[in-house]
């Protein structure tokens, strides 16, 4: 270790360890995951965030349409670590690599590493149309989930009071764009809050006149799932009353009219935007490894090309692999299998050892549209509908951190089954208050 | 009315009605129990508030220490009003009334009213104080209740990473002003967080150094309940480590030293404040029936003085009452008793009939300091400890709106109480967004 970069070891008030120090960037799926793996093994773990908060992405949607509440999929990330002395879990952004010096450079101060793991994951992509971006509602995360929760209540609140039937179309109409798992699970969330929920709550507004447009470029919803599953899951929206438009490609949205390629228009002030997404890169990571949608390139041991001592795994990482010639898909399973392998081949760096090559297992995947409306592909067999709802239920249930969330999540499921009411239709938006400093 | 009330009766987009209309400003807990007697009534009811629902104020306190979910304390107004026809509600701030017109002004435009209800309850009293009021933590809102428990948990992550001894002190200690039942309860929680779950979130800080200080004005904690109560709720929290300060004068706070009138100082970066409240009174409202502390004068039917058709209740309202020679205490209770008061007369006068005094019937107070610790005073028997946390839990459980919410926050608290571990601990902030315009 250099130095300086001693230095900055000290400045980052981590205890010092004769054991080497494994930097984690990011606490989702594949570096949480990680992390919990090393947690008491002879390293020392640095896990960083920006969030306090671990995060459960496939179900942002249930929190966007009031199905469940931001605590339920959210779990603190300092409880899953009480019991490992050898992990410190540090509240930062940050803000660049410099694998020179083998440190990196955050909100918090300089941290210096013996090997760093990049586990960013990936936010919204608007492919660089600023405009949509000024406009849109991104959902990825628990905040922008919130966000557009408070955003379709307030327009309902507002569409009570518009002044013309144009007014209130443009305030109850609501515009998916992408018909990806998550395009396809809001619109149907969407849907059913329209049916059972929204008219009982607005006995004065005509949800007849309420339209839900899902819009995708490509010829088909679920693109990477079967085509009975994406059939189905058409079938299942048009059957809710979802205008599902596919091979639309949308050109502009300035926050009231969107315009796709072919010249249509849908007017709205709620565009949600679930169209794509590009990787979290951090500057200080060679510009020549970073492809056009922000994924990293790495070796088959998910090492940054070029690199001894810095990883990339999940979203972020982007790994040929034997079919997966351009990368794999930018999902859950495939990031918890990244962290389990680099876990095993970390251990075995450590003991001079050959790392082993990645090999992805598709799981299978799966979508949920509405009340017993669901469509799942396993390696050997796929089905849709009650079975699969079912199925998809219980494999999100086990996946969820903590047992009282489970359990949590199971009664709201339950509740919300029964009394087709979800009641967690509050909006509560914190102001920024006069005068107010940084903790510090 | 008067023909141009009738042109913002329009532009209120309100049905019309052969029945009065009533408007109820506020639905705390007196405007709520009123909207919901009036429910099915031969009346027309426009309830508005600010927030889209209803907030149980006693549970403040568990939101900013992590204990509940805010969910699970507020309740959305519209789900109240599903099977009400005659009851619009409306998300609106009030500007100002009129009282010559019979109307009000808001931010969704003019209503007219028939009879006007002011229940808009009271907010934080800094006393004038503006330095005070800029750094320091109010608790009278689901949203002030978020943000401290967001700032408390920086605080630590900050501490984590201080320089100084002097800074990770300021970082750690709390002062709490105001030795109310909020203060009280407040401080109760927070020396049960140093205990119980702090030290597990964060092993590298020593919790044997971070201070609770709260501080009263007068000779007592809980000044209004039995000398019984008093002493006790102190010897608990002295038992808990919370160092009681009373007989202490609050003068000065600059975001980190808390300086007394005695030339004590207390070094901190969160300074709760539960020294005061005072009524949200609204433009319009005679300057002369306005007390120092913002409660507005009324008779012994709450009909405002030199009114006909204008009532203020709840914490709003000041009323001389047999021994109440200065008001009835800003409680619960009282606002709820003036509701139902209200209720039967706004019956009788609609049908010509005389109007009857309200009488405050006390049933009692309470409050919680911790685990099997509270103090409870009723008519005839005053009794503390396990018994007396029993039955808080037991009031305070089945007062709250909705059986779900009643059964959650049970749930919450069983998880809890046998886990010593609240897992609520999420800094979740919603950050306004670039180029966000309204929804209109």
Same sequence: chains 1, 2.
Wanted: with cysteine; aromatic share 10%; charged share 20%.
């Amino acid at each position: 270790m250099l130095p300086f970069a001693e230095a900055f070891f000290m400045s980052s008030h981590l205890p010092s360890s004769q054991s080497p120090r494994i930097v984690i960037l990011g606490a989702g799926f594949a570096g949480l995951r990680l992390a919990r793996k090393l947690a008491n093994k002879p390293v020392q773990v640095v896990l960083i965030d920006k969030n306090n908060f671990h995060q459960f992405q496939p179900l942002f949607y249930q929190v966007a349409t009031a199905g469940l509440a931001p605590s339920s999929i959210a779990f603190p990330i300092r409880k899953v670590f009480h019991k490992a002395h050898n992990v410190h879990f540090r509240v930062a952004e940050v803000d660049r690599i410099d694998t020179l010096s083998n440190s990196i450079h955050t909100s918090i101060g300089s941290i210096s590493y013996d090997k760093l793991v990049i586990a960013t994951g990936a936010d919204t992509n608007y492919f660089n149309n600023k405009q949509i971006e000024a406009h849109a509602l991104p959902m990825k995360s628990v905040q922008e989930s919130l966000y557009l929760r408070n955003r379709i209540l307030e327009c309902m609140e507002a569409a009570l009071v518009a002044d013309s039937d144009e007014e209130r179309a443009a305030l109850m109409n609501v515009v998916v764009v992408g018909g990806g798992p998550t395009g396809t699970e809001v619109s149907g969330a969407l849907a059913e809050m329209r049916s059972f929920v929204l008219p009982k709550d607005y006995p004065e507004l005509d949800f007849d006149t309420m339209e839900i447009h899902l819009i995708e470029a490509s010829p088909r919803l679920l693109g990477p799932m079967s085509k009975d599953a994406s059939k189905r899951s058409e079938d299942f929206l048009r059957s809710m009353g979802v205008k599902v438009e596919v091979n639309t490609l949308v050109e502009s949205y300035d926050g009231h009219t969107v315009t796709t390629k072919d010249g249509r228009t849908f007017i709205t002030n709620s565009l949600i935007w679930a169209a794509g997404i590009k990787g979290n890169v951090l500057e200080g990571i060679p510009e020549e490894l970073i492809i056009a949608n922000g994924r990293v390139k790495v070796d088959s041991t998910n090492k940054m090309l070029g690199s001894d001592n810095v990883f990339v795994i999940g979203d972020v990482a982007i790994m040929e692999e034997g079919n997966f010639t351009k990368g794999h898909p930018q999902v859950a399973q495939v990031a918890i299998q990244q962290a389990d392998q680099l876990y095993v081949n970390l251990l075995s760096q450590l003991k001079g050892k050959k790392m082993k090559p990645f090999h992805y297992k598709d799981l299978g995947s799966m979508a949920t549209i509405g009340r017993n409306k669901a469509v799942v592909d396993l390696p050997y067999i796929k089905f849709q509908g009650f079975v699969a709802w079912v199925f998809w239920l219980f494999i999100h249930l086990m996946s969820i951190l903590g047992v009282k969330n489970k359990f949590f999540i199971f009664l709201e499921w339950t509740v919300n089954y029964f009394t087709y009411d979800q009641s967690l239709r509050l909006v509560i938006k914190q102001k920024p208050r006069d005068g107010e400093a940084s903790v510090k």
